[in-house]
Antibody, heavy 118, light 112 residues
Framework: QITLKESGPTLVKPTQTLTLTCALS??????????VGWIRQPPGKALEWLGV???????RYSPSLKTRLTITKDTSRNLVVLTMTNMDPADTATYYC??????????WGQGILVTVSS | DIVMTQSPDSLAVSLGERATVNCKSS????????????LAWYQQKAGQPPRLLVY???TRESGVPDRFSGSGSGTDFTLTINGLQAEDVAVYYC????????FGQGTNVEIK
């Protein structure tokens, strides 16, 4: 059974760096062709793609956010980590990790609501 | 960025009737070298993560009821729900993955 689970802080202060972890189960990022992405959703708003990391360690980021984002993986622990710097109240959102297959995202975590407030 | 625009923003349909959600991209999503169209549809129920319904514009994801179908080509796409059920109440999103992925603004489908 494939599952993904996000974890991390639910409250961060403006200008701080956010670090979120996505724990993978039922599949491995060491398998060729596998990819995991991050998508966020501000309350009541649409989905926004943040970035993706592939099994061969290639990474792609949203052009509008790429200066603030870093995605890494720990294959031995089957984890994917998202780091976003210089957090702002506008970054308040539910952050999802999801498995990418055939270009689309077919398995999603439940998401974690991150609030940016002083 | 490719801009995805959905219409309508909200839609009320009677149980058992057809619901149609439209999505338009600012450029073609057809990749000529493999003849594939880089578009997906998702369903998001309240308080839940999105669920993939359709990819490659018209390929239904495993386990998705066959009342859901995707169609279209180039820049204009449609998600059709034939015989709306109560459990289909949700927000539906289109997403392109031709380039850096972008989503539409969502269409809220409810029961009339």
């Amino acid at each position: 059974q494939i599952t993904l689970k996000e974890s991390g802080p639910t409250l961060v202060k403006p200008t701080q760096t956010l670090t979120l972890t996505c724990a993978l189960s039922g599949f491995s990022l060491s398998t060729n062709g596998v990819a995991v992405g991050w998508i966020r959703q501000p309350p009541g708003k649409a989905l926004e793609w943040l970035g993706v990391i592939y099994s061969y360690d290639d990474k792609r980021y949203s052009p509008s956010l790429k200066t603030r984002l870093t995605i890494t993986k720990d294959t031995s622990r089957n984890l994917v980590v998202l780091t976003m710097t210089n957090m702002d109240p506008a970054d308040t959102a539910t952050y999802y990790c999801a498995r990418r297959q055939e270009g689309a995202y077919n398995y999603w975590g439940q998401g974690i609501l991150v609030t940016v407030s002083s | 960025d490719i801009v995805m625009t959905q219409s309508p923003d909200s839609l009320a349909v009677s149980l058992g009737e057809r619901a149609t959600v439209n999505c338009k991209s600012s450029q073609s999503l057809l990749y000529a070298s493999n003849n594939k169209t880089y578009l997906a549809w998702y369903q998001q129920k309240a308080g839940q993560p999105p669920r993939l319904l359709v990819y490659w514009a018209s390929t239904r994801e495993s386990g998705v009821p066959d009342r859901f179908s995707g169609s279209g080509s180039g820049t204009d796409f449609t998600l059709t729900i034939n015989g709306l059920q109560a459990e289909d109440v949700a927000v539906y999103y289109c997403q392109q993955y031709y380039t850096s992925p972008t989503f539409g603004q969502g269409t809220n489908v409810e029961i009339k």
